[in-house]
């Protein structure tokens, strides 16, 4: 869709980046890294300031210990976070629960690792787990279970319930939790962030995967990390030492003593929260139906009540003639499932979303 949105011009909603400026004291913090020489490989598990700085961040945030050196992992992106615990931990034919629709890098992830994907579906339209269904899903061979709080592209996030559930579900297994956790900073509607970081009991058996990029406005960083148990660290280090050994270091510098100030990120769902509203109380001028969501660059509205075209027609259509980008929810997953959802992404300017909803009104 963005290709197609480049192509002809149009306002592109669908892909998941800001199109306003990031924080100038964060690039005037990269320059001066740079200046200062700040300019050669950063050790193999991160900058050790940036470590010691969210392991402050998450004892702030969760109330959990983790240790700098041996727990927390700086890694190219959330993307090869979960990528590289996958590849840590996985052997041929095991299997890994996922939920669809899913984020798209799961599936290959997975594959490649010549593992099965076990896909659980999500409720429509509430996208909540149905724990039913992933007992169901429950085999000898279920290696881990892939969690994405709060959950692209729908928003949803996981509730105090759905943590209980999952407790039950490893319990007395050796099933590994990865959770994807890149949106940790944009929630909405005041709920908070249920971090497998909170639950120690979870925690142990966990890989936990964050993207500094997507919350701080600057997604062409790649930047992020992984936070497990020490045994687990050491492993996921064997494969990242012989894979990307390390990254970017004027931005880790940078980043180092951006974060010292909790208000770097504790004002993110305050900014996000206008946001979203904003794009909803604009869109309440068009037909499109919005879904409950609670967090993350996204917001999915239905257009059931209205057309019948399948959703990749309808997101086809609408850059055609409507010029406005969106992403269809089937795309998200494997068999296609069509419920005439689509995605939009509200992490823009006021005058994008103000143009877009303009433009949306004659659908
Ligand atoms: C659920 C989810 N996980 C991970 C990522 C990627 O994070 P990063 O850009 O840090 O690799 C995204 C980006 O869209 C995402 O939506």
Known sequence: MSGLAAKTGAINLGQGYPDFPMDDELVELVHKAMND????????????????TLAEKIELLYQHPVHPDTEITITPGGTYAIYTALTTILEACDEV?????????????????SAIPVAVPLEYPSY????????????DRTKAILLNSPHNPTGAVLSSEDIEELRRFVHGTN???????????????????????????????????????????????????????????????????????????????????FLKEPDSYLTLPGMMQMKR?????????????????????????????????????????????HGVAAIPV??????????????????????????????LINC
């Not at 629960?97 to 690792?113: G, M, R, T």
């Open 37 to 52: 020489g700040h300019n050669q490989y950063a050790p193999m598990p991160g900058h050790l300031p940036l470590r010691e």
């Open 175 to 257: 099933i590994f939790i990865i959770s994807d956790e890149v949106y940790e900073h944009i929630i909405l509607d005041g709920f908070p962030h249920l971090s497998i970081l909170r639950y120690p009991d979870l925690f142990e058996r966990s890989f936990v995967c964050f993207s500094l990029g997507k919350v701080f406005h600057c997604t062409g960083w790649k930047l992020g990390y992984c936070v497990a148990p020490e045994e687990l660290t050491k492993e996921f280090r064997k494969v990242h030492q012989f894979n990307a050994f390390s990254c970017f270091t004027p931005t880790q510098v940078a980043l180092a003593s």
């Open 277 to 321: 509203n904003y794009f909803q109380h604009l869109m309440c001028l068009t037909r499109f139906k919005p879904l409950p969501t609670h967090g993350s660059y996204f917001q999915i509205y239905s257009y059931n009540d209205f057309s019948d075209q399948p959703d990749t027609e309808f997101a086809k259509t609408m850059v055609a003639l």
């Open 128 to 139: 909540k787990i149905d724990w039913e269904k992933v007992r169901a899903a429950k085999t």
């Open 330 to 359: 089937s795309a998200f997953y494997q068999s296609g499932k069509d419920d005439h959802v689509l995605r939009f992404c509200f992490v823009k300017r006021k005058e994008t979303l103000e143009a877009a909803v303009e433009k």
């Open 97 to 113: 629960i996922i939920f669809e629709p899913a984020y798209d890098s799961y599936i290959p992830n997975i594959l490649v690792n």
